[in-house]
């Protein structure tokens, strides 16, 4: 593969104290066979050893480039200022923990054709990168999509496996913090293209105690009943709120999905009856849209729809 003829891909990492991992992460990406990348590297006031670290690669390796942030982002906002500093048509999200098979990013780009977003599958990990034995794709339907409704009421596209064109984001910063940066590209990606499915585990997803967001193992640590209810609340405030980001964002063009998320969003204003009825109708109406990541039966499928009369998601 010539580097001369080849995009510029720009791997976009954002991190914080992540030096126990980081090392790892950065041979992987140095590793690569694809020839032409650039590894933009924003980090969020670590007070660990990561910004030495960062700086004796970039000393050895010039396409590596590290800027401080003056004060701390956190994860969106840093990610999202990396993206911008970039300077590749395509772009791959990355994060400071995990680890990227050689091959990775020449897959995808080999994959992505005409489609404006490709992912892959990835090894779920313990701490020391060994196996869990689950991957990804075992615990999620992992599909090609072309319909942003397909991605309204969950996502399954990690960053980390993500590579886009970094023309989709025109128009969709700065991002929004009521949803994952990543969750919000997967949406934007469906609003303006396809998104295909590299079905090729080609990632070590590192599950560990510092993790930020983690894979959906259905595992969370035990909650006391108040905190329970605050974070409830937060949750629905965040939902209603994402549906109506959702609504304003599908381009008027896409008819069908627009109509469905009209409807969806005036469902999820309040607790009536009237609205819990039609939430619940209108998840069974599009149910095989917004369940399409979910990993269940048919019958779960219903079941779960029948619960949106009691709570939104």
């Known amino acids: 593969m010539d580097a001369a003829t080849q995009?510029?891909?720009?791997?976009?990492?954002?991190?914080?104290?992540?030096?126990?991992?980081?090392?790892?992460?950065?041979?992987?990406l140095l590793s690569?066979?694809?020839?032409?990348?650039?590894?933009?590297?924003?980090d969020d006031t670590s007070t660990d050893g990561t910004s030495l670290l960062l700086a004796s690669y970039a000393a050895i390796h010039s396409n590596i480039r590290v800027y401080h942030n003056k004060e701390n982002l956190g994860y969106i906002r840093n990610f999202e200022r990396a993206i911008t500093l970039s300077s590749g048509s395509l772009v791959a999200l990355c994060d400071q923990d995990d680890y990227w098979f050689?091959?990775?990013?020449?897959?995808?780009?080999?994959?992505?054709?005409?489609?404006?977003?490709?992912?892959?599958?990835s090894y779920i990990c313990h701490a020391d990168l060994s196996l869990t034995g689950k991957t990804v794709s075992s615990i999620s339907n992992c599909n090609s999509y072309n319909s942003c409704l397909q991605q309204a009421v969950f996502c399954r596209i990690y960053g980390n496996t993500m590579l886009f064109k970094k023309s989709i984001l025109q128009g969709a910063l700065p991002f929004p913090t009521v949803l994952p940066h990543d969750w919000w590209i997967a949406f934007i990606a469906t609003c303006k293209g396809n998104i295909t499915y590299c079905n090729e585990l080609l990632v070590k997803y590192r599950q560990h105690e510092h993790n930020l967001i983690g894979a959906a193992t259905g595992k969370s640590r035990p909650v006391t009943e108040i905190e329970k209810q605050e974070r409830e609340a937060r949750e629905i405030a965040a939902i209603r709120n994402r549906m109506q980001l959702f609504f304003d964002t599908c381009p008027p063009e896409n008819h069908f999905e627009k109509k469905a998320l009209e409807q969806l969003n005036l469902s999820y204003r309040d607790f009536s009856f009237a609205n819990n009825f039609s939430r619940m109708r209108y998840f069974i109406k599009y149910r095989n849209w917004l369940l399409s990541v979910k990993k269940r039966s048919p019958l779960r499928n219903w079941l779960f729809c029948a619960k949106m009369f009691v709570k939104i998601k």
């Open 7 to 28: 995009p510029l891909i720009s791997v976009v990492m954002a991190t914080y104290n992540g030096a126990e991992y980081l090392s790892e992460q950065l041979d992987s």
């Open 32 to 42: 690569q066979t694809y020839p032409n990348i650039e590894i933009v590297i924003c």
């Open 102 to 121: 050689p091959e990775k990013l020449a897959v995808q780009y080999a994959s992505l054709g005409e489609s404006v977003l490709v992912y892959c599958d």
